[in-house]
């Protein structure tokens, strides 16, 4: 296995005002699984086949180990690509799917006996091996996608949102299945997803793009508890951040008759009179003597359970979600009393929205 290095690596497609991937920098380290995640056009699946050679860079290079690859032909990469479709030979029986590159390869038949029944213990298909892909369903296709990947034994495994035609359950099951494999092999794995969830479960590190742009790359906790601007921060999370234009007052951000404090030092340096705050909807604390909220919809997930409403602010209703206690959840309409965490708050700036500090509770 080896890494993988974008420089400055982008792709401007014909007639198009600004490039689909702007400027990549970005290191895979050996054995890393990598996900690359962002709302749809963001550059994503775009930057990932510019690695396996499907489009061509307008500037900038693509490395694997110290190897250029950035002009040399997709089959000359070594590398292995897992599609969201499967892609796999109707006419042919799932041993036959698997090892189908290496008789392209004109390699031994002995050799891709081996590796296709390895590859069938690790995934599971060992008593698939002569069925066709009809008889399939569509975890056990994806499952012969990903064991077609693994005999070839490629320097680097790409895969492009693998488990959007699943069912929620088999997601589920297959996201793990991924997950132990890219251990057992030892592999370096750079996966597409729009699914922040897979993103955040699957991944060693994230990286967020947005218009093309690099936003952050950093493991899921810390852009879970850092999130270096508004974009990430309302784009990561589950139910999404709840953010709040606020304007600055003497000691801090005023959120109605309460006053979130932030450290002078921060406040030195804020130049607009307002700022971006937000909060995650577990830092969201219900207490009878908080600010009014209207339950407008409640999400019951089992042990957890989400109130989605709205707070006036400043004369005008804002949404605002809170955790609440699953076992006695609010009813819609109903009028709960919520206070902001004030040492779980995130600050960031009005003006560009990146990130400025943590404010102090």
């Known amino acids: 296995m080896s890494s993988v290095t974008y420089e400055g690596a982008t792709r401007t497609f014909p007639g198009q005002p600004r490039p689909a991937v702007d400027s ?49 032909e997709p089959k000359a990469r070594d590398i292995a690509m897992v599609f969201q479709n499967y892609a796999l030979y109707p006419h042919m029986t799932v041993g036959e799917n698997m090892g189908f590159a290496l008789k392209v390869a004109r390699v031994s038949r ?25 008889a399939l369903s569509g975890g056990q296709r994806q499952r012969v996608a990903m064991g077609r990947a693994i005999v070839r034994s490629p320097q680097v495994f790409l895969m492009d949102e693998p488990l959007s035609n699943l069912d929620a359950k088999l997601r589920v099951q297959t996201r793990a299945q991924i997950a132990q494999l890219q251990r057992n092999l030892d592999a370096t794995m750079v996966y597409v997803t729009h699914d922040q969830v897979e993103a955040m479960t699957l991944g060693d590190r994230v990286a967020v793009l947005r218009d093309g742009i690099l936003q952050q790359c950093d ?44 450290t002078r030092s921060v406040l030195d340096q804020v130049d607009d009179a307002t700022v971006t705050l937000g909060i995650r909807p577990e830092d969201v604390i219900v207490d009878a003597t908080g600010i009014p909220l209207v339950v407008d919809v409640v999400e019951e997930l089992g042990a957890d359970a989400y109130a989605y409403g709205h707070v006036e602010l400043n004369g005008s209703p804002v949404p605002l979600v809170a955790r609440v206690d699953w076992r006695t959840p609010p009813e819609f309409g109903e009028t709960l009393h919520v206070r902001l965490d004030g040492s779980r708050t995130h600050l960031f700036s009005a003006h560009d929205g990146s990130r400025l500090a943590q404010p102090l509770g």
């Open 219 to 262: 493991t899921p906790r810390r852009i879970y508890d850092r999130p270096a601007n508004v974009f990430v921060a309302g784009f990561l999370g589950s139910p999404a951040m709840n953010l709040f234009d606020l304007k600055l007052v003497d000691g801090g951000a005023q959120f109605n008759d309460v006053i979130v404090p932030i």
């Open 24 to 72: 990549l920098d970005l290191e895979i380290a050996q054995g890393e699984l990598l996900v690359l995640v962002g709302p749809s056009g963001c550059g994503k699946s775009t930057s990932l086949r510019m690695l396996a050679g499907l489009e061509d860079l307008s500037s900038g290079r693509i490395m694997i180990g110290d190897r250029d690859i950035t002009h040399v």
């Open 110 to 134: 002995s050799e891709i006996v081996r590796r296709v029944q390895e590859a069938a213990v690790m995934l599971d298909l060992t008593d698939l091996l002569e069925r066709r892909p009809k």
